[in-house]
Each structure stands twice: as structure tokens, then as C-alpha cells.
């Protein structure tokens, strides 16, 4: 049984995604199960094995985040999955025939396929101050070779207020301006796709209180070609000053 609220994606849905501006995506409330998703949302309140990035860059692109899980090996893998029973099954249904069949009805993308190493996905945390700045996401999952196309950015945060910022920007692929602001209210999912030029982010500074993070689960999308004109030599995240 399906976990999505309303699982039929029209032929006009379909096509207002790849018509969407800048680049093809769409923003659905009520997504899931709300009575279950809040009970994700208590397990990931409970949850202590939080990492923080230690590059260089942190202190200035990617500011105040935590994320999970940390590492690839079979050890770190299954303590997230046990550790976050209710979190992976959301998880595990989008990375499943019929949660990947949604997304490729929805995007128009054949082949999809999830990624069992959550590279870069899995539960994401801002804390206030926090800021992620625009960027292109890095095109290939090196461990498997695979071309990165989608994004699912599920948000978690009740009761959020728009004067707090944290909002997810998508930008214009020469940079000039924000074409879309999308709040990162509770049960609302963005999905987008991924390309060279898909540059978005939330690059300034929250301003929640001390206590109250920017809250989601990141899930990313591979399959194991692409259109030509899209394709670039393995690059990591493209960070850009606007």
C-alpha cells in the first residue's frame, strides 16, 4: 500500500513539472501520512549520532548542519537503520519499485534508481544561524558511477514562520536572480532535478530560535545514463557567491 497521500500523478502534473521554471520540479503539501510522519519526526528528536561535515568549507557555505548517516560502511548503515526504524521506511518506499515508478511518472525519467549508500542524503538539520549557500550538486555517485537526477527534500517543521528564513531557493541558471522560495513547512516535499545548472540553496542565515532546526530527509535519485548535452567529468558540489 502506497505511504503517499495521493499517489496518481496526471498527465498535467507531469507536464507543469517539466515545464516548471527554472528547471523542472514541483512542491506537494500533505505529502504523507501525517499522524505517521509526525512520528518520524519524534524519532529523529530522539536521535543523538549526528555528524557535522569537517571540511574547510563549513565555515563559510554550509553553516550550522548536521546530518546522517556519516560514513558508507556496513557498520554505520545498519546502526542508522536501526537506530531510525520509521525514518527508513520512508526510505526504503522511495528507493522501491513502486516509490520509483511514482517519481519517474512524475519526472519523466526512466531508470531510476535510489542509492543504498545515502551519499549526502538521509536526515538533514539546520540549527538557527544556519545557512546552506546556492550550489550545483555534484553530478555522479562515485562509489557506483551513476548519474545523479533527482532530488526529494522532505521537510519536517511544524509551526514554521516565514520570518525565520530557511526557505529553499531555486535559481535562475545564469545566477541573476530567485525564482522560487519554497518554506520548509511539515509534510510539504520539494522534488527537482539535477543538473549542472540546477542551482539552489538557502543562503542566509536562519533566524529560529536557539532550539528550533530546519529539519528533513534528503533523498537522491541515480540512473545509469543521462542526455548527452548534460553530461561533465565528475564534479563535487559547485558552490556559487550571489
Not at 507543469?16 to 509526525?38: G, M, Q, R, T
Request: hydrophobic share 35%; net charge negative.
Amino acid at each position: 500500500m502506497t505511504m503517499i497521500t495521493n499517489p496518481d500523478i496526471t498527465s498535467s502534473v507531469s507536464t507543469a513539472y517539466k515545464l516548471a521554471y527554472p528547471y523542472p520540479y514541483i512542491v506537494i503539501d500533505n505529502f504523507l501520512d501525517e499522524y505517521f510522519l509526525a512520528k518520524v519526526k519524534e524519532e529523529i528528536d530522539l536521535f543523538q549520532h549526528w555528524y557535522y561535515d569537517p571540511n574547510s568549507y563549513v565555515t563559510s557555505e554550509q553553516v550550522n548542519k548536521q546530518f546522517a548517516p556519516y560514513s558508507f560502511d556496513e557498520e554505520s548503515m545498519t546502526s542508522f537503520k536501526t537506530t531510525l526504524p520509521l525514518t527508513n521506511i520512508i526510505i526504503d518506499y522511495f528507493y522501491s519499485q513502486e516509490g520509483l515508478k511514482y517519481l519517474e511518472k512524475l519526472t519523466g525519467i526512466e531508470g531510476l534508481m535510489g542509492d543504498p549508500d545515502l551519499m549526502g542524503g538521509g536526515i538533514h538539520r539546520i540549527h538557527a544561524g544556519g545557512k546552506l549557500d546556492i550550489h550545483a550538486d555534484f553530478n555522479l555517485q562515485p562509489n557506483r558511477n551513476v548519474w545523479r537526477r533527482i532530488n526529494l527534500l522532505l521537510y519536517l517543521n511544524k509551526d514554521w514562520q516565514d520570518e525565520w528564513g530557511g526557505h529553499l531557493e531555486l535559481w535562475d541558471k545564469d545566477l541573476s536572480k530567485c525564482c522560487v522560495k519554497i518554506a520548509p513547512e511539515f509534510n510539504r516535499v520539494a522534488i527537482f532535478n539535477i543538473t549542472d545548472d540546477a542551482y539552489h540553496g538557502h543562503p542566509y542565515p536562519m533566524t529560529s530560535p536557539p532550539g528550533v532546526t530546519r529539519d528533513s530527509i534528503a533523498l537522491y535519485f541515480y540512473t545509469q545514463d543521462r542526455p548527452e548535452h548534460e553530461k561533465a567529468p565528475f564534479h563535487p558540489v559547485l558552490w556559487k557567491k550571489i
